[in-house]
């Protein structure tokens, strides 16, 4: 008996030594600074170079809009990564990472307009080459933002009573930002 607990017991302290710790969800983080004693000073965030994470209570701090905090060894600006981005000023309270991640252009007949920065969100545009166009008109008249509105499209077809066959073929591309305008 003795013999088959030890091997499970060397298991579970291999498995505690190859943690790896992730900061806790957001709503977490009260709990964590009960158990650090922290109050309202626990912070949990990407430690450089070590590419590894660090609970600590060393207290809150706000970043710039466009970027985040990480520790080195101190609190230091860090660049949101290109797939996420950061509107608003960085605060270390609940958050380890910038708070958004940016859309995809990936629905049927759209391509991505601009691929966003760290301060803003990707913008979509339906593909005029392929006959697409928005379903509902977005606030611009070239693209539209998809975490403020619609980006839905749709391909234009012909209406063979109205003699209007709006293909790219027999459709005209708006030069300003290459939107179709199906030609009478």
Known sequence: MKTAVLPWFLQVISVTFAYELKCPAPGHW???ARKFYCGQSYVCLLRSPENSYRETCDGLDISNIGS???FQPYFNKADCSYKRYQPFPF???GHNNCV???SFCNEEGQ?????GSMRNDTTCRCDPLDGYIFVSKPEHN?????SKEDCACRKLTCDYKDNLCPYVGNAVLNISCEEIIARP
Do not use: G, M, N
Not at 111 to 115: L, P, S
Not at 142 to 146: A, L, M, R, S, T
């Open 30 to 32: 009260r709990l964590r």
């Open 100 to 102: 958004y991640q940016k």
């Open 111 to 115: 391509i991505v307009y601009h691929e």
């Open 142 to 146: 070239c693209y539209c933002i998809p």
């Open 68 to 70: 985040k905090l990480i």
């Open 91 to 93: 605060s270390t309270d």
